[in-house]
């Protein structure tokens, strides 16, 4: 089972930038894909970004232009490279893996702990 520690979270104003790191325990390789995930106080985890094992990426329109996800296989790390922050992205973020079992045909998720990420004046 891979743990997933986040990183690089903190307080940063309105227009700022943050890049959060996602180091897995192992070969982030063996997992179809990887997410970020962020959830604000009071409302429903959301989907950010993702990508998948041979690179390709997806983001949610309200982060689109604005947000990079990228990995480093050898690094085990996946990042999140976020721009042009607005209060209303206050939240906490997660990392999230997710992987196939041919012998379930079940997906697996896995989650990290999150890292809080306020954007204040």
């Known amino acids: 089972q891979v743990q997933l520690v986040e990183s690089g979270g903190g307080l940063v104003q309105p227009g700022g930038s943050l890049r959060l790191s996602c180091e897995a325990s192992?070969?982030?390789?063996?997992?179809?894909?990887m997410r970020w995930y962020r959830q604000a106080p009071g409302k429903e985890r959301e989907l950010v970004a993702a990508?998948?094992?041979?690179?390709?990426?997806n983001y949610a329109e309200f982060v689109k232009g604005r947000f990079t996800i990228s990995r480093d296989n050898a690094k085990n790390t996946v990042y999140l490279q976020m721009n042009s922050l607005n209060p209303e992205e206050t939240a906490v973020y997660y990392c999230?893996?997710?992987?196939?079992?041919?012998?379930?045909?079940?997906?697996?998720?896995?989650w990290g702990q999150g890292t809080q990420v306020t954007v204040s004046s």
């Open positions: 999230n893996a997710r992987k196939f079992s041919a012998a379930t045909s079940r997906y697996y998720d896995y």
């Open positions: 192992r070969s982030i390789f063996n997992y179809n894909v």
């Open positions: 990508i998948t094992s041979g690179g390709t990426t």
